[in-house]
């Protein structure tokens, strides 16, 4: 975050306090005091006030987190300020060490200050600096400001209100979270709570946001927020203290004081899958054990199972005091809970917080807010459960405290809501009322009432005033209670005859009731303290004390000239009067014998002032002033008496140089008197006293010649501080402008001295540079004595670079305004050098005088994400049910690696089906720590071109709320199919009707994956048909690929699997096989690749019969030995059955012995126990010649039909009972004359119109054969969601389509 040198100095002028670069590492902040003698000073004021700090910080941040409870810590840049109104000689912060939460990164310190107001009154004590830390949603990198309202009466006893919280509160995504800050009173106010204004969080000209939706109860202090984004968030909360119940619509009415307690609420997912503490990526994002990785146990790698599991936060199990368990309801439900006890002091306590995580690897660590002086807090490292347990044995100067806890787990998750325990301490059955406690007139008796268990002996003594009174006790005889407990006393003071016990000057005491029994067993009550508050008693005239002022009203003036004088009233003790109530005064003038009476008028806290005119008179003379007090019972008591002058003449002055005087800081001021000449002669006779700045001067007559002006030479003490002094000079003489004595006032200009580099001030941001946006710093210049040197005469110059660059820049800053000004900038991220100096020149010799600190170190951080710069690389395919990773680098327009405030991403995987439909897979993005780099994982089941879209968070619109993804990159992908599983293997075809006797039947094959993908590729594949003829003999035959539009199928359609390997790629080298010869079936596949086998159809035996079945395998091709046989290939492990037993029948072939096969068609006879050996039939050469102009012309319009029906598939609803050859893009073809159906008996046809057609209801023997493939209802019926009905596939298409 950048801010501009006016906002900066708006902050209450803290900005120019700060000399070196602030770092994003508070956490937690608020301020207690109480007013009591500083114990460091052997004096008291009656003012002064002891403040106690608390406030937390990132750990790391200092020495790199290398310290333990004990340890001291300076934060260079925060400054405590008792008064917000004068922020001068601010105290750093030098912290003592008392909590430390090493997994969460943060510790708890408290630092005591000293601090004395020279008046009464309220203010406002603070600290501050920057920054929040910048991944806060409503805040980040904002100025935080912490402060506490202060209460300052004179001899006062007043102690602050306590507020504690944890420096880091959970709250659980879309879960209510309600709690209350603890808080402890010691005046016994009336409390009211509301949230802090931005001028109390951060400071008058900068930003604060209160966090959206949550709500503060003013009554209660019940905060309520169901917050919906994770992330951190700033809170602070102000708790307020009154004098009587207060009322939310008017805040300010009977406000006493204040204290704000600053934290940080962070929102956490209530469970999310995360790697275990046993792997190197420990607590990253995962969906699977393999995502985790080198995992190790005790220094060697484990033996475990990698370890993904839902991670929950740890919750509070147990809370005991003193060996008895507490009720924990609300501590783990997103609530709070405050659980009050009660301790005696001198007495021991324990207090044990335990917690556990279900997650049985996670470790626990219990940590707590500060605890008490004295206290030991212990806890159990490494531990699930885990505990911290607290003793303390509470002094008698201590008073009660709050304690909260939480637990955190080894991936840094903390419990959600907030656990704290108030603890009240006692003083026994020591009690005392009535209103001589806290008020009395001084000099007046006054008595109290004690309660006291019987037969004690108390003391109650009144300290102040640099004196202690002891009060008479008595006790009340048949007081004593039924029980026998306890028994009534009374304290008096100020008992006639007594001196011991007077207290008689006014003011505040600390007056306090001890048990002082000596010889009982039991620990005495601790004593009790009141601030007590003695009043003047009624006005004594005698005590009154009358003066003057910068006048000369009781000495006298010129004739008819107004002049005044003052009194202060004071009691028969001496003690200055608060009010005026019932007094009044007046004087009178007495003068030739006429009396004039003048009335005073009260002025505030007993001081009253009169105004009066000086008898008229043409001749010197004398008048009588007299001052008299009246009341509701007297009146006209002679107070005093004084003489005083009537003059009738006057001189004046001049000085040299003239008024006003000015003179540069430090030094020395010297000025001339000129007296012109006097009527009298009396120019060198005058008596001048004259003091600058409050300091007496020297005055000494230098020239005194009878007829001239008289010159008198003042000198006086050098003053440092630049200023405009009005009336800084005065000047008193006798008669002097007409007065006795008479009075000048001359305006006192103190300009500042040459300007000093290191008293200067460089001012401006110094939080994180953006790269490429220059930042606008400013140096205020201040000579030796702080004073800020604004004239614009001096040079100073700048020069900064980046390190690990050539990137170097310097020149002159320009003055504007009082402040010059320059600005830095780098397109680089990383460390800036910058070095500030005033160089010499005509107005200043300080020959190169650095600027404060310089040389100062900035950090630049990367700008904004590029959307042209950023991308994602890494595999751009993987298998299907594989995850595969990318990595996605963030980079600004400059590129640099944005590794600060990491971006939002978002993923979508997936692919089109055409016109609005598209399926999806699953994406993942995750960063990693530390880079501007994220891991983005892929994966999907099904095969194809996919798209990968990832989308960024627009910043700009997280500040409202809003949160909108931008699309910046659509990476192509491809899923290719998995490993073959056997087992989804796809057998269609005709050919497993069985077909004519000899002749050839097709059978086809795909492979497919664990999720039903088509596997393209022979793939180390093996196909074995085997086919058990009508007398139970067995033959096997090797099927070949045929490759996804290929034009042919490489590998040989039957492989002697006796043969070598070797001798089978020769032969499938050989195979010349057309694209063109594919039959409608395997047109039909090809687009997907497919397996194929043209195998013999058994003869029928007479004795057997025509049925036979056919069975497929699916070998490891790899394996394939030379002298193999089917035997061995079949028993091998890695052969699986795909299909079958499937039976099959032969029909008649018209001619015996003969047996037919296409181009592709190859049979294999059986030789011996279920050896294969090659052979091959093909047709006739001379009935292919004769006949083949029919059979072009018949496979021309078999080919157009095919196409039609491939165009139309998607359209064919095939109502159910319906003809085929009814439906739409049905087609007929007849027979090829030479087929050997044509020559067949009715009976046959009809047996061949089964095999082909095992419904036998597609057509009748008039329409001819029809083909098997061109029958529309084996297709698919398309559904109107665009989905495939598997149910209305044919077995033979199935795995095609």
Same mark, same amino acid.
């Given at each position: 975050?950048?801010?501009?040198?006016?906002?900066?100095?708006?902050?209450?002028?803290?900005?120019?306090?700060?000399?070196?670069?602030?770092?994003?590492?508070?956490?937690?902040?608020?301020?207690?005091?109480?007013?009591?003698?500083?114990?460091?000073?052997?004096?008291?004021?009656?003012?002064?006030?002891?403040?106690?700090?608390?406030?937390?910080?990132?750990?790391?941040?200092? @020495?790199?987190?290398?310290?333990?409870?004990?340890?001291?810590?300076?934060?260079?840049?925060?400054?405590?300020?008792?008064?917000?109104?004068?922020?001068?000689?601010?105290?750093?912060?030098?912290?003592?060490?008392?909590?430390?939460?090493?997994?969460?990164?943060?510790?708890?310190?408290?630092?005591?200050?000293?601090?004395?107001?020279?008046?009464?009154?309220?203010?406002?004590?603070?600290?501050?600096?920057?920054?929040?830390?910048?991944?806060?949603?409503?805040?980040?990198?904002?100025?935080?400001?912490?402060?506490?309202?202060?209460?300052?009466?004179?001899?006062?006893?007043?102690?602050?209100?306590?507020?504690?919280?944890?420096?880091?509160?959970?709250?659980?995504? @879309?879960?209510?979270?309600?709690?209350?800050?603890?808080?402890?009173?010691?005046?016994?106010?009336?409390?009211?709570?509301?949230?802090?204004?931005?001028?109390?969080?951060?400071?008058?000209?900068?930003?604060?946001?209160?966090?959206?939706?949550?709500?503060?109860?003013?009554?209660?202090?019940?905060?309520?927020?169901?917050?919906?984004?994770?992330?951190?968030?700033?809170?602070?909360?102000?708790?307020?203290?009154?004098?009587?119940?207060? &009322?939310?619509?008017?805040?300010?009415?009977? %406000?006493?004081?204040?204290?704000?307690?600053?934290?940080?609420?962070?929102?956490?997912?209530?469970?999310?899958?995360?790697?275990?503490?046993?792997?190197?990526?420990?607590?990253?994002?995962?969906?699977?054990?393999?995502?985790?990785?080198?995992?190790?146990?005790?220094?060697?790698?484990?033996?475990?199972?990698?370890?993904? +599991?839902?991670?929950?936060?740890?919750?509070?199990?147990?809370?005991?005091?003193?060996?008895?368990?507490?009720?924990?309801?609300?501590?783990?439900?997103?609530?709070?809970?405050?659980?009050?006890?009660?301790?005696?002091?001198?007495?021991?306590?324990?207090?044990?917080?335990?917690?556990?995580?279900?997650?049985?690897?996670?470790?626990?660590?219990?940590?707590?807010?500060?605890?008490?002086?004295?206290?030991?807090?212990?806890?159990?490292?490494?531990?699930?459960?885990?505990?911290?347990?607290?003793?303390?044995?509470?002094?008698?100067?201590?008073?009660?405290?709050?304690?909260?806890?939480?637990?955190?787990?080894? =991936?840094?998750?903390?419990?959600?809501?907030?656990?704290?325990?108030?603890?009240?301490?006692?003083?026994?059955?020591?009690?005392?009322?009535?209103?001589?406690?806290?008020?009395?007139?001084?000099?007046?008796?006054?008595?109290?009432?004690?309660?006291?268990?019987?037969?004690?002996?108390?003391?109650?003594?009144?300290?102040?005033?640099?004196?202690?009174?002891?009060?008479?006790?008595?006790?009340?005889?048949?007081?004593?209670?039924?029980?026998?407990?306890?028994? @009534?006393?009374?304290?008096?003071?100020?008992?006639?005859?007594?001196?011991?016990?007077?207290?008689?000057?006014?003011?505040?005491?600390?007056?306090?009731?001890?048990?002082?029994?000596?010889?009982?067993?039991?620990?005495?009550?601790?004593?009790?303290?009141?601030?007590?508050?003695?009043?003047?008693?009624?006005?004594?005239?005698?005590?009154?004390?009358?003066?003057?002022?910068?006048?000369?009203?009781?000495?006298?003036?010129?004739?008819?000239?107004?002049?005044?004088?003052?009194?202060?009233?004071?009691?028969?003790?001496?003690?200055?009067?608060?009010?005026?109530?019932?007094?009044?005064?007046?004087?009178?003038?007495?003068? #030739?014998?006429?009396?004039?009476?003048?009335?005073?008028?009260?002025?505030?806290?007993?001081?009253?002032?009169?105004?009066?005119?000086?008898?008229?008179?043409?001749?010197?003379?004398?008048?009588?002033?007299?001052?008299?007090?009246?009341?509701?019972?007297?009146?006209?008591?002679?107070?005093?008496?004084?003489?005083?002058?009537?003059?009738?003449?006057?001189?004046?002055?001049?000085?040299?140089?003239?008024?006003? =005087?000015?003179?540069?800081?430090?030094?020395?001021?010297?000025?001339?008197?000129?007296?012109?000449?006097?009527?009298?002669?009396?120019?060198?006779?005058?008596?001048?006293?004259?003091? !600058?700045?409050?300091?007496?001067?020297?005055?000494?007559?230098?020239?005194?010649?009878?007829?001239?002006?008289?010159?008198?030479?003042?000198?006086? #003490?050098?003053?440092?501080?630049?200023?405009?002094?009005?009336?800084?000079? %005065?000047?008193?003489?006798?008669?002097?402008?007409?007065?006795?004595?008479?009075?000048?006032?001359?305006?006192?200009?103190?300009?500042?001295?040459?300007?000093?580099?290191?008293?200067?001030? =460089?001012?401006?941001?110094?939080?994180?540079?953006?790269?490429?946006?220059?930042?606008?710093?400013?140096?205020?210049?201040?000579? !030796?004595?702080?004073?800020?040197?604004?004239?614009?005469?001096?040079?100073?110059?700048?020069?900064?670079?980046?390190?690990?660059?050539?990137?170097?820049?310097?020149?002159?800053?320009?003055?504007?305004?009082?402040?010059?000004?320059?600005?830095?900038?780098?397109?680089?991220?990383?460390?800036?050098?910058?070095?500030?100096?005033?160089?010499?020149?005509?107005?200043?010799?300080?020959?190169?005088?650095?600027?404060?600190?310089?040389?100062?170190?900035?950090?630049?951080?990367?700008?904004?994400?590029?959307?042209?710069?950023?991308?994602?690389?890494?595999?751009?395919?993987?298998?299907?049910?594989?995850?595969?990773?990318?990595?996605?680098?963030?980079?600004?327009?400059?590129?640099?690696?944005?590794?600060?405030?990491?971006?939002?991403?978002?993923?979508?995987?997936?692919?089109? %089906?055409?016109?609005?439909?598209?399926?999806?897979?699953?994406?993942?993005?995750?960063?990693?720590?530390?880079?501007?780099?994220?891991?983005?994982?892929?994966?999907?089941?099904?095969?194809?071109?996919?798209?990968?879209?990832?989308?960024?968070?627009?910043?700009? /619109?997280?500040?409202?709320?809003?949160?909108?993804?931008? &699309?910046?990159?659509? +990476?192509?992908?491809?899923?290719?199919?998995?490993?073959?599983?056997?087992?989804?293997?796809?057998?269609?075809?005709?050919?497993?009707?069985?077909?004519?006797?000899?002749?050839?039947?097709?059978?086809?094959?795909?492979?497919?994956?664990?999720?039903?993908?088509?596997?393209?590729?022979?793939?180390?594949?093996?196909?074995?048909?085997?086919?058990?003829?009508?007398?139970?003999?067995?033959?096997?035959?090797?099927?070949?690929?045929?490759?996804?539009?290929?034009?042919?199928?490489?590998?040989?359609?039957?492989?002697?699997?006796?043969?070598?390997?070797?001798?089978?790629?020769?032969?499938?080298?050989?195979?010349?096989?057309?694209?063109?010869?594919?039959?409608?079936?395997?047109?039909?596949?090809?687009?997907?690749?497919?397996?194929?086998? /043209?195998?013999?159809?058994?003869?029928?035996?007479?004795?057997?019969?025509?049925?036979?079945?056919?069975?497929?395998?699916?070998?490891?091709?790899?394996?394939?030995?030379?002298?193999?046989?089917?035997?061995?290939?079949?028993?091998?492990?890695?052969? !699986?059955?795909?299909?079958?037993?499937?039976?099959?029948?032969?029909?008649?072939?018209?001619?015996?012995?003969?047996?037919?096969?296409?181009?592709?068609?190859?049979?294999?006879?059986?030789?011996?126990?279920?050896?294969?050996?090659?052979?091959?039939?093909?047709?006739?050469?001379?009935?292919?010649?004769?006949?083949?102009?029919?059979?072009?012309?018949?496979?021309?319009?078999?080919?157009?039909?095919?196409?039609?029906?491939?165009?139309?598939?998607?359209?064919?609803?095939?109502?159910?009972?319906?003809?085929?050859?009814?439906?739409?893009?049905?087609?007929?073809?007849?027979?090829?004359?030479?087929?050997?159906?044509?020559?067949?008996?009715?009976?046959?046809? $009809?047996?061949?119109?089964?095999?082909?057609?095992?419904?036998?209801?597609?057509?009748?023997?008039?329409?001819?054969?029809?083909? $098997?493939?061109?029958?529309?209802?084996?297709?698919?019926?398309?559904?109107?969601?665009?989905?495939?009905?598997?149910? $209305?596939?044919?077995?033979?298409?199935?795995?095609?389509?």
């Amino acid at each position: 975050m950048v801010f501009s040198s006016k906002r900066l100095a708006l902050y209450l002028g803290l900005a120019v306090l700060l000399s070196v670069v602030s770092a994003t590492h508070f956490r937690f902040g608020t301020i207690q005091w109480q007013q009591t003698p500083n114990p460091t000073s052997a004096k008291s004021t009656g003012r002064d006030v002891t403040f106690t700090i608390t406030s937390a910080w990132r750990k790391t941040f200092f @020495n790199g987190g290398n310290f333990n409870v004990g340890a001291t810590e300076t934060e260079g840049t925060t400054f405590f300020y008792p008064n917000a109104n004068s922020l001068v000689a601010g105290t750093v912060f030098n912290m003592l060490v008392n909590t430390v939460n090493n997994v969460s990164d943060w510790f708890i310190a408290t630092q005591t200050i000293y601090s004395t107001y020279a008046t009464d009154g309220t203010y406002i004590a603070t600290f501050g600096s920057c920054c929040r830390i910048s991944t806060l949603i409503n805040n980040p990198n904002g100025w935080f400001r912490v402060t506490a309202q202060v209460l300052i009466v004179n001899g006062a006893s007043f102690r602050s209100i306590q507020s504690q919280v944890v420096p880091i509160v959970n709250a659980g995504q @879309n879960q209510q979270l309600s709690f209350r800050v603890g808080v402890i009173t010691y005046q016994n106010e009336f409390l009211g709570y509301r949230l802090a204004t931005a001028v109390e969080a951060a400071g008058a000209g900068f930003n604060y946001n209160q966090i959206n939706g949550l709500t503060l109860d003013f009554n209660t202090g019940l905060i309520t927020w169901t917050p919906t984004t994770l992330g951190f968030q700033s809170l602070q909360v102000i708790v307020m203290g009154y004098t009587a119940q207060p &009322s939310a619509n008017a805040q300010t009415v009977n %406000l006493q004081t204040y204290v704000a307690v600053d934290f940080l609420i962070d929102v956490v997912p209530p469970t999310q899958k995360q790697c275990k503490r046993f792997c190197s990526n420990l607590g990253a994002l995962c969906f699977a054990d393999t995502d985790c990785f080198n995992c190790i146990e005790n220094g060697a790698p484990s033996l475990r199972t990698p370890y993904c +599991v839902l991670n929950t936060p740890p919750f509070f199990t147990g809370l005991t005091f003193n060996g008895a368990a507490l009720n924990l309801v609300g501590a783990n439900n997103g609530s709070a809970t405050t659980i009050d006890v009660t301790a005696p002091f001198g007495v021991g306590l324990t207090l044990t917080a335990t917690a556990a995580d279900n997650n049985t690897e996670d470790f626990v660590t219990v940590v707590s807010s500060v605890i008490p002086s004295g206290a030991l807090a212990t806890l159990t490292p490494n531990a699930n459960p885990a505990t911290l347990t607290i003793t303390w044995t509470p002094q008698a100067a201590q008073v009660g405290t709050v304690i909260c806890f939480t637990a955190t787990d080894s =991936l840094q998750h903390s419990t959600v809501g907030l656990l704290c325990v108030r603890i009240n301490l006692i003083n026994g059955v020591l009690a005392a009322s009535r209103t001589g406690l806290t008020y009395a007139v001084a000099g007046q008796q006054t008595s109290v009432s004690i309660q006291d268990a019987p037969s004690r002996t108390i003391s109650m003594t009144i300290t102040g005033a640099g004196t202690t009174a002891t009060a008479v006790v008595t006790p009340i005889a048949g007081t004593t209670s039924n029980s026998g407990l306890t028994s @009534n006393y009374t304290g008096t003071y100020n008992v006639a005859g007594t001196s011991t016990s007077l207290v008689t000057q006014a003011g505040f005491y600390a007056l306090q009731i001890s048990d002082v029994t000596t010889g009982i067993d039991a620990i005495r009550p601790r004593p009790l303290a009141f601030s007590l508050q003695v009043v003047p008693a009624q006005t004594s005239p005698p005590q009154t004390v009358i003066y003057q002022q910068g006048s000369s009203g009781l000495s006298g003036g010129v004739s008819g000239s107004t002049l005044s004088f003052l009194l202060q009233a004071r009691d028969a003790f001496g003690n200055n009067q608060i009010g005026q109530v019932i007094d009044n005064f007046t004087m009178t003038t007495t003068f #030739t014998g006429t009396v004039t009476q003048f009335n005073f008028q009260h002025v505030g806290n007993g001081v009253w002032n009169v105004s009066y005119l000086v008898p008229v008179s043409t001749t010197t003379g004398t008048y009588l002033i007299s001052v008299y007090y009246s009341n509701t019972t007297a009146s006209n008591i002679l107070v005093n008496t004084y003489t005083a002058n009537v003059l009738t003449n006057s001189f004046f002055i001049s000085t040299v140089p003239a008024s006003p =005087l000015s003179f540069a800081a430090g030094s020395a001021i010297a000025f001339t008197i000129v007296v012109p000449v006097q009527s009298d002669g009396s120019q060198g006779l005058k008596n001048f006293n004259v003091t !600058v700045n409050g300091a007496a001067a020297t005055v000494a007559l230098t020239n005194a010649t009878s007829g001239q002006p008289a010159y008198y030479a003042v000198t006086a #003490t050098a003053v440092t501080l630049a200023s405009t002094y009005f009336s800084g000079v %005065l000047i008193t003489a006798a008669g002097l402008n007409g007065n006795n004595p008479g009075v000048v006032n001359l305006d006192l200009i103190i300009t500042p001295s040459t300007a000093s580099g290191p008293n200067s001030v =460089l001012g401006g941001s110094f939080v994180d540079l953006v790269a490429g946006s220059p930042v606008t710093l400013t140096v205020q210049l201040k000579d !030796v004595f702080g004073n800020v040197v604004t004239n614009g005469q001096d040079v100073v110059t700048y020069a900064y670079s980046i390190a690990n660059s050539a990137i170097s820049l310097s020149g002159n800053a320009v003055f504007a305004n009082g402040l010059y000004s320059f600005q830095v900038s780098s397109q680089m991220a990383g460390v800036l050098t910058l070095t500030v100096s005033i160089a010499p020149s005509a107005a200043n010799n300080n020959v190169g005088s650095a600027v404060a600190l310089s040389p100062y170190t900035l950090r630049v951080v990367p700008a904004a994400f590029s959307f042209s710069q950023s991308g994602a690389s890494g595999t751009y395919s993987t298998t299907a049910g594989t995850p595969q990773l990318l990595t996605l680098t963030s980079f600004d327009q400059f590129r640099n690696e944005r590794n600060i405030d990491p971006d939002v991403f978002n993923t979508t995987f997936t692919m089109s %089906l055409g016109g609005n439909q598209f399926i999806s897979g699953s994406s993942n993005v995750v960063q990693i720590p530390n880079t501007g780099m994220y891991s983005i994982s892929y994966q999907s089941n099904t095969t194809g071109s996919w798209n990968l879209n990832i989308a960024v968070l627009k910043v700009e /619109n997280q500040a409202a709320g809003v949160q909108t993804f931008v &699309s910046f990159a659509n +990476v192509p992908i491809t899923v290719a199919p998995g490993a073959i599983n056997p087992a989804n293997a796809k057998v269609f075809g005709s050919g497993l009707a069985g077909g004519t006797e000899g002749s050839n039947a097709l059978i086809l094959m795909q492979s497919r994956d664990n999720f039903n993908n088509v596997v393209p590729g022979a793939s180390g594949g093996l196909y074995i048909v085997q086919v058990v003829n009508p007398s139970g003999v067995s033959n096997y035959y090797a099927a070949r690929y045929c490759f996804p539009g290929a034009a042919s199928c490489p590998l040989n359609s039957s492989i002697d699997i006796t043969l070598t390997q070797a001798q089978a790629q020769v032969a499938a080298l050989n195979t010349t096989d057309q694209f063109a010869t594919l039959s409608a079936e395997e047109m039909l596949s090809i687009g997907a690749g497919f397996w194929k086998i /043209n195998y013999p159809v058994p003869l029928r035996s007479a004795t057997a019969g025509n049925n036979f079945s056919i069975s497929v395998f699916y070998g490891n091709l790899s394996e394939f030995q030379s002298g193999d046989t089917a035997a061995v290939i079949l028993a091998r492990n890695s052969t !699986v059955r795909v299909a079958g037993p499937i039976q099959a029948a032969a029909s008649a072939a018209t001619t015996t012995g003969t047996a037919t096969a296409d181009n592709w068609g190859v049979v294999a006879l059986g030789v011996g126990s279920g050896a294969v050996v090659l052979s091959a039939i093909g047709y006739a050469g001379w009935r292919l010649q004769r006949y083949r102009p029919k059979y072009k012309q018949e496979k021309a319009r078999a080919d157009a039909a095919e196409q039609m029906l491939q165009d139309i598939a998607d359209e064919v609803d095939v109502v159910p009972g319906g003809r085929d050859w009814d439906a739409v893009g049905a087609a007929t073809v007849t027979l090829n004359p030479l087929h050997p159906a044509s020559t067949m008996k009715s009976e046959d046809i $009809k047996r061949l119109q089964q095999i082909h057609d095992p419904q036998s209801a597609m057509h009748d023997t008039s329409r001819g054969a029809v083909r $098997k493939e061109f029958a529309p209802k084996m297709m698919g019926r398309v559904e109107a969601s665009g989905s495939i009905s598997s149910e $209305k596939l044919g077995s033979e298409y199935r795995g095609a389509l």
